[in-house]
C-alpha cells in the first residue's frame, strides 16, 4: 500500500490520443469505423482516472451512439492496488456471475494507445458521490430495500469462486487474511517517513485480538459508499475493484459500516445510508453466514487504522514525492481523528472484554 | 507530533496558487481548492494559538516513560521522532501489552498526543462525538 509514481505520465494522452483510441476501439469492437463524440474527465480519483467517452460505432455488435467509461492509472498509485488487466478480469468474474457492475467491455495492454494501459466498460447511469448519495432524504422502508440490496450483492461477492488463468494473480495467503492485512499495514508504516505510534498501538491491538474463525472469500476490499454507484434509491453498479483479492468476508461488512465512511451521519452506521438491521439481514440470507460481531469490531478498528495509513501517504505525495497539488497534502490531515478514533475503540474493547 | 506536511509548506502552496492561477473569475470553478486553502490557513492559525507547548508536554511525558538514545541538542521535532520511532519499536514488540507496567500510561498519552492533533486538524470531529 505504498504509494508510487508511475514512469512516463503524460497528463495530456487523453487530449492527444483520439485517434489511436478510435483505431483500437474499432479493431476491439469489430466495427468499420468510430468516431468520439465527446470525452470527458469522470472523477480526480486519486488512484485511478476515469474518462467518459460518447462514441459512435458503424458496424459492428456496438453499431451505434454508446456511452462509456475508460479506466486507466493515474499518476500516483498505490502500490497493492491491481493492475487494469487485474482489474478487468476481475469486472469480468463479477459481471459474469450477475453482480451488478458496469460491463467490462475491452482491455488494452498497449500502453502506446493513450500512454498507460486502460479498459473499456459501459457507463451507467447515477451517481458514486458519497455525499450526495448520502443526503438523499429516504424513507426507512427506501433505506432498508437499498440496504438490502447491498447486503445480498456483497454476500453475492463473497460467493465468487476465480478459476482459470486469467485469475491466476489471486493468490490465497498462506497466513489468516487478518495477519497478512497486519502484515501488509507495518510494512506500509515502515515505509513512512514518520513514525505512527498510534498505528501501532492499533495493530498491536490487532495482533492481540485476532478474529477466531476467518475462512477467506473473494473480498472487494474497498466496498462503501462513494465506489457505489446509486441511481435515486437503486443500487446500479458496485465500481472500483482495484483491491479486490482473498480476506476475511467480515472485512468487507465493517469496511461498508465503519464510522470513517458514514460521511458525518453516525447514526446511520451502515454507509450513512440507513441502519446496519437490514444489510446484515440481508447478507445472512444471502451467504448463509452469521455475522460474527466480534469480528466487525476489529475490522472496523482495522478500517481506520488502513484509511489513516493510507491519509498519511497521501500527505507524503506533496511532502515527499513532491507533487503539488493540495487534494493529497490536505488528504494527510484526517489522519488525526482517524488515529483518535483507533485509541477510543481499542479502548472501549478493552473495558468490554 | 504534528502530521506531515508541514502546514507552512501547504501555505506557501496556496499562496503561490493563489498569486499565479486565481483571478477574479476563478471562484466558482475553484470553490473546492478554495475550501483547501481556507482550512490550511485555519489549522495554521491554530497551531500557531497552541505553540509547542503540547508537543513539548508530549515529548517530556514520552521521555518519563522510555530512555531511547538522542541528542539533547536535536530540535524539539526530531527528538519527538526519535522517541517516537523507539516507542513504535517497543509496542511492536509487544512491551507496552495490557499486562505491562506502563501499558496504561503509555496508552493515556497517546490518547492525548491524538486528541490534541484532532483540536488542531479539526475540532468539528469533536462536536460531532459528543457523549459518544
Known amino acids: ?353 | 507530533m504534528r502530521i506531515r506536511p508541514k502546514i507552512l509548506d501547504i501555505l506557501e502552496l496556496s499562496k503561490d496558487i493563489m498569486f499565479n492561477e486565481f483571478d477574479e473569475n476563478s471562484f466558482d470553478s475553484r470553490k473546492y481548492e478554495t475550501f483547501m486553502m481556507a482550512n490550511a490557513i485555519t489549522i495554521a492559525t491554530r497551531q500557531l494559538k497552541f505553540g509547542d507547548g503540547p508537543e513539548r508536554k508530549e515529548l517530556n511525558k514520552l521521555l518519563n516513560l522510555t530512555n531511547p538514545l538522542a541528542s539533547p541538542e536535536a530540535s524539539m521535532e526530531n527528538r519527538l521522532a526519535n522517541v517516537y520511532s523507539h516507542v513504535c519499536l517497543e509496542i511492536r514488540k509487544g512491551n507496552f501489552d495490557p499486562d505491562t507496567k506502563n501499558h496504561k500510561e503509555l496508552r493515556n498519552i497517546l490518547n492525548d498526543a491524538a486528541l490534541q492533533l484532532v483540536k488542531e486538524y479539526n475540532p468539528k470531529y469533536l462536536e460531532g462525538n459528543r457523549n459518544k
Open chain 1, 1 to 353: 500500500m505504498v504509494l508510487g509514481c508511475l514512469k512516463g505520465y503524460n497528463p495530456y494522452t487523453m487530449q492527444n490520443g483520439n485517434i489511436e483510441l478510435e483505431i483500437f476501439l474499432t479493431n476491439a469492437a469489430g466495427s468499420k469505423t468510430v468516431r468520439i463524440i465527446d470525452r470527458y474527465k469522470l472523477t480526480s480519483g486519486a488512484i485511478q482516472e476515469n474518462w467518459a467517452l460518447d462514441v459512435e460505432f458503424s458496424g459492428g455488435p456496438l453499431t451505434g451512439l454508446q456511452e462509456l467509461c475508460l479506466r486507466m492509472d493515474a499518476p500516483t498509485r498505490i502500490s497493492n492496488s491491481r493492475s487494469r488487466v487485474e482489474e478487468f478480469a476481475l469486472l469480468k468474474l463479477a459481471y459474469g456471475n450477475g453482480i451488478r457492475v458496469p460491463e467490462p467491455l475491452f482491455l488494452c495492454k498497449d500502453k502506446k494507445i493513450i500512454g498507460r494501459q486502460f479498459f473499456i466498460m459501459r457507463r451507467i447511469p447515477g451517481i458514486a458521490d458519497a455525499r450526495r448519495i448520502t443526503q438523499i432524504k429516504r424513507t426507512i422502508d427506501q433505506q432498508d430495500k437499498l440496504l438490502s440490496d447491498l447486503g445480498t450483492q456483497l454476500a453475492a461477492i463473497h460467493a465468487l469462486k476465480p478459476s482459470g488463468r486469467e485469475m491466476n494473480f489471486l493468490k490465497k495467503p498462506s497466513i489468516a487474511p487478518a495477519l497478512h492485512v497486519i502484515n501488509q499495514y507495518h510494512a506500509a508504516l515502515d515505509a513512512l517517513p514518520q513514525p505512527a505510534p498510534v498505528l501501532e498501538w492499533g495493530l498491536r491491538w490487532a495482533q492481540l485480538n485476532l478474529p477466531r474463525e476467518q475462512i477467506p472469500t473473494i473480498c472487494h476490499r474497498d466496498f462503501r459508499t462513494g465506489n457505489l454507484m446509486i441511481d435515486g434509491n437503486k443500487l446500479v453498479g458496485i465500481l472500483d475493484w482495484e483491491f479486490a483479492g482473498w480476506s476475511d468476508p467480515m472485512e468487507d461488512v465493517a469496511w461498508f459500516c465503519a464510522k470513517c465512511w458514514r460521511f458525518g451521519l453516525n447514526n446511520k452506521e451502515a454507509g450513512g445510508m440507513g441502519s446496519r438491521t437490514a444489510f446484515y439481514n440481508a447478507y445472512e440470507n444471502a451467504s448463509r453466514r452469521k455475522i460474527d460481531h466480534k469480528a466487525i469490531i476489529f475490522w472496523e478498528i482495522m478500517a481506520h487504522i488502513r484509511w489513516a495509513i493510507i491519509a498519511r501517504q497521501q500527505g507524503e505525495r506533496f511532502a515527499t514525492s513532491g507533487e503539488n497539488s493540495l487534494e493529497p497534502a490536505m488528504t494527510a490531515f484526517i489522519a488525526p481523528q482517524l488515529e483518535w478514533e483507533v485509541m477510543r475503540m481499542t479502548e472501549n474493547w478493552a473495558n468490554e472484554n
